[in-house]
């Protein structure tokens, strides 16, 4: 068995309120939400990085993302949601199994908008970059 507390979810040993389920996908209630409904999709498959996922596995996700968040408005009133998935440590990463969190939104509903400090380029910086990574996939 793994060590993984989203693996064991999935497994059944570590209760969770199920969402949705599917031989690819499993989604749950967050326990410390932040917003009525708040829950999180994973891969059943242990994997850390998106990068680990086959194109079936990531279609399957998030057509279950797409499916769950057009049912949200009518089950909770929210008017708006956001999608976030930290990736490592250094990016809010706790537990190291690829987990999309779902947070439904409703107007001043006192969560502020998640963010950062924008930074500010020159447009030939911003095609620089972009054509560097571009390239990169090639």
Not at 44 to 54: A, N, P, R, T
Not at 78 to 90: A, E, P, R
């Amino acid at each position: 068995m793994s060590d993984c507390i989203f693996c064991k979810i999935v497994e059944g040993s570590i209760p969770s309120s199920i969402v949705f389920e599917d031989d690819t996908v499993y989604s749950f209630l967050d326990i410390n939400p932040a917003s009525k409904g708040h829950f999180l999709v994973i891969p059943k498959k242990h994997v850390e990085d998106i990068s680990e996922l086959g194109d079936t596995e990531i279609t399957a996700i998030f057509s279950a993302i797409r499916k769950l968040t057009k049912a949200l408005p009518d089950v909770l009133g929210n008017t708006g949601f956001n999608i976030l998935m930290n990736y490592g440590k250094d990016a809010g990463q706790i537990i190291s199994h690829l987990h999309f969190h779902i947070i439904p939104r409703k107007k001043e509903d006192g969560l502020g908008i998640a963010g950062w400090n924008h930074l500010k380029f020159s447009g030939d910086h911003l095609n620089e970059i972009a054509k560097e990574i571009a390239e990169a996939i090639k």
